[in-house]
């Protein structure tokens, strides 16, 4: 008996190990899966711009030899910081100016290193910095000894078994879930029984059970690594696509009582007020943390209590995510005004006054040009610019994200102005 449970652990242990690396996956394999499936990038302005797949930016990343010097846990190189110890936080543009405050340091180093300063497309800059901020949804993988501790504590023992252990049978087994690699889906199963579980555990007086995302994570694994289900395939869905996302928000009618940047409904929290950057699973257990009194408003407003499918609560996660990744428009004569504070002025004229050094930016931006072109170009030339603003013995012009959109809201209306000449 002690033998077979000391193999069990073993067997338990190894298979943690499996959804360990299940991890290392979804952040390597899967964007290379990705990658065979292309998608069109669409070419707007970083306010609402949404990528579809954020992992295709691991690719970028290792194309551009980012992991020369950088990690992302633990893998990859050491002359810059862990990318993903750095959680980044903010919108597109806020991310992109992390980046661009660092481009001198990175300079010396991609010198020191021989390699040349890498040059990006606007879908590149736009996947690479989504991938960043994709890092913290990703999570932590699941411990498989903590996740049988939650099923006990929590309760859910006293309704469902798994693995064969004993365990009640008012609920089905939950061995079936192992087929889902993502834990997302093991969410997505019990919201889907919500009402009914509640429903029950109020008749037995057990209270409603409250999650964090890691011990979704951990409940997952668990499941994962003691389940019997001996389907051979696993159905490895996509971690979510924040466009599909926004629309089963409005399909599941979220927006009813949900706004987002101002649209929607007010009787829930307006999705800008609430703080979201978190893993994947840790989203899915706010939005189950507060499924008691949701349920309870949709009877009062008589919406039926939304069920998923497929990938649709991945989809939804990844919307939730993302939410807060949209700049909002910045201010052109804020914008102006930066030009010249920034110095931007003594080396770059706009419509023939001011430096010469660099290229008039008026003539090259025309209102095709988006933020994230405007980007794009300027980290393309950052190496050539770093040059001369310390040859210049100038300061590199360190921005924040507000700064950017600013500056950008101001180059792409002079753009406007200069093509409609
Ligand atoms: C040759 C080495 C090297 C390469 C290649 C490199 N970096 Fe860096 N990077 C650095 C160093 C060094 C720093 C830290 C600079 C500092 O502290 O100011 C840094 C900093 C950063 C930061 C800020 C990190 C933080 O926590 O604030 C980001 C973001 C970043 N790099 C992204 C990238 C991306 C994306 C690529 C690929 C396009 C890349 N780096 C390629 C060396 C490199
Ligand atoms: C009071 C009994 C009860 C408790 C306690 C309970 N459940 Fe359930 N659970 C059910 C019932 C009943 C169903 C099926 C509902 C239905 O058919 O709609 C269910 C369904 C599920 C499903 C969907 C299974 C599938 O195959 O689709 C999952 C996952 C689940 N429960 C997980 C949990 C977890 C995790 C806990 C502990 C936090 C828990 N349950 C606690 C009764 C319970
Ligand atoms: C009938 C109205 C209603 C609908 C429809 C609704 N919610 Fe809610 N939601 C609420 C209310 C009310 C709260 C606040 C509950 C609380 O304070 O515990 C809430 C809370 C939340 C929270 C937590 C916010 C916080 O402050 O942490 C999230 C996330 C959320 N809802 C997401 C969704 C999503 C996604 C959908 C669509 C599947 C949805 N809601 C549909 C009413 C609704
Ligand atoms: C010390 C001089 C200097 C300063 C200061 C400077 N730049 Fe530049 N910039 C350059 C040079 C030189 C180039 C062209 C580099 C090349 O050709 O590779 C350039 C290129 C650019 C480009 C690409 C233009 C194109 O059409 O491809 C943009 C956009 C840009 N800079 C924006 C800015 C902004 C915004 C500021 C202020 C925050 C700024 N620059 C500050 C020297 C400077």
């Known amino acids: 008996m002690r033998q077979e449970s000391k193999t069990r652990l073993q067997q338990s242990l190894f298979k943690n190990m499996i959804s360990a690396s299940l991890f290392l996956v979804m952040t390597m394999v899967m964007p290379l899966l990705v990658s065979l499936c292309p998608a069109p990038l669409h070419a ?28 992302i846990a633990g893998t990859g190189g050491d002359i810059g910081p862990d990318l993903a110890e750095s959680y980044f936080d903010g919108t597109f543009l806020d991310l992109a100016s992390i980046f661009w405050n660092h481009v001198p340091d990175m300079v010396v180093e991609y010198k020191r290193a021989n390699l040349a300063w ?78 009914e579980m509640q429903a029950m555990m109020n008749s037995m007086g057990i209270a409603r059970p409250k999650f964090t995302g890691q011990e979704i994570a951990d409940i997952g694994a668990y499941i994962r690594a003691v389940s019997k289900w001996t389907m051979r395939e696993s159905v490895y869905l996509s971690p979510g696509d ?78 939730l995510y993302f939410i807060r990744f949209i700049d909002e428009p910045g201010n052109a004569p804020r914008g102006q005004a930066l030009f010249e504070t920034k110095q931007c002025v003594s080396c770059h004229s706009i419509g023939g006054v ?57 180059l792409v209306a002079t753009g406007e102005e200069s093509s409609s000449e």
């Open 354 to 410: 001011g430096g010469s050094v660099g290229p008039d930016l008026s003539m090259r931006l025309s209102t095709r040009h988006s933020g994230i072109s405007v980007l794009t170009k300027m980290i393309n030339h950052a190496a050539k610019m770093s040059e001369e603003v310390l040859s210049q013995g100038e300061r590199w012009p360190v921005l924040t994200g507000q700064e950017m959109r600013d500056i950008f809201a101001y």
């Open 44 to 71: 707007e302005p970083p306010s609402d711009w949404l990528p579809s797949e954020p992992l295709k930016g691991r690719i970028v990343f290792e194309e551009k030899h980012c992991t020369r010097c950088h990690s």
């Open 118 to 195: 890498p040059q990006f497309s606007d879908e590149e800059v736009a996947h690479v910095i989504s991938y960043l901020y994709y890092l913290r949804y990703l999570g932590a993988p699941g411990d498989v000894s903590r996740g049988q501790d939650y099923l006990k504590t929590k309760g859910c023992f006293s309704c469902h078994s798994v693995g064969g252990e004993p365990g009640g049978r008012r609920g089905p087994a939950l061995d079936r879930l192992k087929m889902y690699a993502s834990p997302i889906y093991v969410v997505q199963a019990i919201w889907n029984h919500g009402p």
């Open 242 to 319: 924040p466009n599909d996302g926004k629309v089963v928000f409005a399909r599941k009618r979220c927006d009813a009582c949900h706004s987002v940047h101002g649209v929607g409904g007010a009787t829930g929290p307006s999705m800008d007020d609430v703080d979201l950057s978190m893993s994947a699973t840790g989203i899915a257990a706010i939005m189950w943390n507060h499924g008691a009194e949701m349920l309870s408003t949709m009877r009062e407003e008589r919406i039926k209590w939304p069920t998923f499918d497929g990938k649709e609560m991945a989809d939804l996660i990844a919307y």
